[in-house]
């Protein structure tokens, strides 16, 4: 929410050489710090540089590796050399017996900071979304936005996001900029990091152009952050005029920046046509995102595809402040690129991605009024190949597929919650939890195993969030 308004085989022998293949291109391609958000960390951290994890049952979501029951996944150095069953490697074998391996789950778009007043919106005028976020937002210090933000990104990666669009619109200096991105420097997930507007922003002013270029060149361009790269939150036609938005857009794409947009989020919006204005200023194209959409013709949608841009849908918050009925049939029916995202913990209060798989799947199906109008391996895509190509990480993400990076969730088949596993797309979308997640790697890197998370001190985390917003409330 914005104040203001993508058939099991075994081809171990395959599927291995075309590793070989890839991984002398991938070493390369992402070795420099100019690909960041694309490669890997420059450093591993701790456990084994080169692993496999045996016997799982491996759901790839690449078509060419298929599903894989008994399944192995090679690991060197972040990167992913081979899927097949028995691969012979020379390397640490990690038991993935009775787990489902996957990708792990990308998050298209979430306001992180805002985690830090969880659950608290919509009791009152007072606590309504957008009141709260401005009342917060602007006596927010620096240190307010890292410890939301902080606190966010352990829940990801608690709940098996490994990829996040952190949409930051409250960086109300460099200060609180950078306070922000120390947050993602420490806890370190892949994504985008979208430079937004603070709140409580006048419509007539252009964002702090400046302050972006010093971002991209502080963090981005040096180094600091390899597993993200840099986007503009921006503000589309219809909620600014073109005195703001063009300068905008024009200076984030000569940076090179991708750009989203909440757009055509309620009726009024979607009155306005934000989606057609976009269209018409030349400003959709595959490094456009939009955020809700919920209220858009035929003609917009059809734009957003012939386009390449994408669509970032947030069921569960869309229904909480009642904007209305996620169009998941009518984006799906237009072929467009279609994604998931949790949104805010104001509101939502979780940031289980699990039961936005749900949410969305008994959405289409209900308007559908039809069982089998979608099936949950389409929403399971959703929330991760699809949503990796959005965010321009598809060749990186989203997949276990040799070559790509090794972000990948194990999700545990033999729980109360979860068993008996026959039918294990459905068994994901539509059962699996945070609490099921047994072990989360980050570019090959262990970051929770046995449903524990690694190298945190969750308590330490917890504690600094409830000081800061105690510490706000108060001033």
């Known amino acids: 929410m914005e104040n203001n308004q993508k058939a099991g085989l075994n081809r171990r022998s395959v599927l291995g050489g075309a590793a070989a293949a890839a991984g002398a291109l991938g070493a390369t391609a992402v070795a420099s710090p100019a690909a960041a958000g694309r490669g890997g960390g420059r450093d591993h951290g701790p456990g084994p540089r080169e692993y496999v994890l045996t016997g799982g049952y491996v759901l790839s979501m690449d078509p060419a590796v298929g599903d894989l029951d ?14 097949g069953r028995d691969l ?19 998050d298209t778009h979430w306001h992180l900071w805002t985690t830090l007043f969880r659950s608290m919106s919509s009791s009152s005028p007072a606590t309504a979304y957008f009141a709260l ?46 306070a922000n991105l120390r947050a993602h420097r420490e806890i370190g997930l892949r994504g985008r990091f979208s430079y937004g507007t603070p709140q409580g922003y006048p419509g007539t002013s252009v964002i702090d152009l400046d302050d972006i270029a010093r971002v991209k060149r502080e963090w981005f361009d040096s180094g600091r952050l390899p597993l993200m790269h840099l986007g503009l939150a921006g503000r589309p036609p219809g909620l600014v005029g073109e005195a703001v938005f063009r300068p905008e857009y024009d200076a984030a794409r000569a940076l090179g920046l991708p750009v989203s947009y909440h757009a055509n989020s309620t009726r009024a919006q979607g009155a306005l046509e934000m989606v057609r204005q976009l269209g018409e200023q030349d400003m959709l194209g595959p490094d456009t995102q939009l955020i809700h959409a919920l209220y858009t013709t035929e003609a917009e949608r059809a734009a957003i595809r012939d386009t390449g841009a994408s669509v970032s849908i947030s069921p569960m918050s869309e229904l909480l402040i009642g904007y209305g009925i996620s169009p998941v049939k009518a984006m799906v029916d237009s072929n467009v690129l279609l994604t998931l995202s949790v949104d805010t913990l104001s509101l939502v209060g979780s940031a289980d991605m699990w039961a936005v798989m749900r949410l969305t799947t008994g959405l289409h199906r209900g308007v559908a009024e039809q069982e089998l109008s979608i099936n949950t391996r389409r929403v399971l895509q959703m929330a991760t190949l699809d949503a ?65 998370l690694l190298g945190i001190d969750t308590e330490r985390v917890v504690r600094g969030t409830e000081e800061a917003i105690a510490a706000l409330l108060a001033r």
């Open 70 to 83: 008994g399944g192995d996944v090679h690991v060197k150095d972040g990167r992913i050399v081979a899927v």
């Open 88 to 106: 012979p490697a020379r390397a640490a074998r990690i038991d993935a017996r009775g787990t489902i391996v996957m990708p792990g789950l990308v």
């Open 133 to 178: 976020n401005v009342a917060n937002g602007v006596r927010a210090l620096p240190s307010d936005l890292y410890q939301g933000a902080r606190l966010a990104l352990v829940d990801a990666l608690n709940s098996g996001v490994t990829t996040v669009n952190d949409w930051s619109h409250n960086l109300r200096s460099p200060d609180h900029a950078d």
């Open 388 to 452: 990796a190509t959005s965010l321009g990480l598809g060749d990186v993400t989203g997949s276990l597929t040799p070559g790509k990076r090794a972000d990948v969730v194990m999700v545990r088949r033999h729980d109360v919650a979860m068993a008996p596993v026959i039918d294990v797309a459905n068994s994901l979308t539509l059962a699996a939890g945070a609490e099921n997640v047994d072990t989360v790697i980050v570019d090959g890197r262990f970051r929770k195993r046995g449903g524990r």
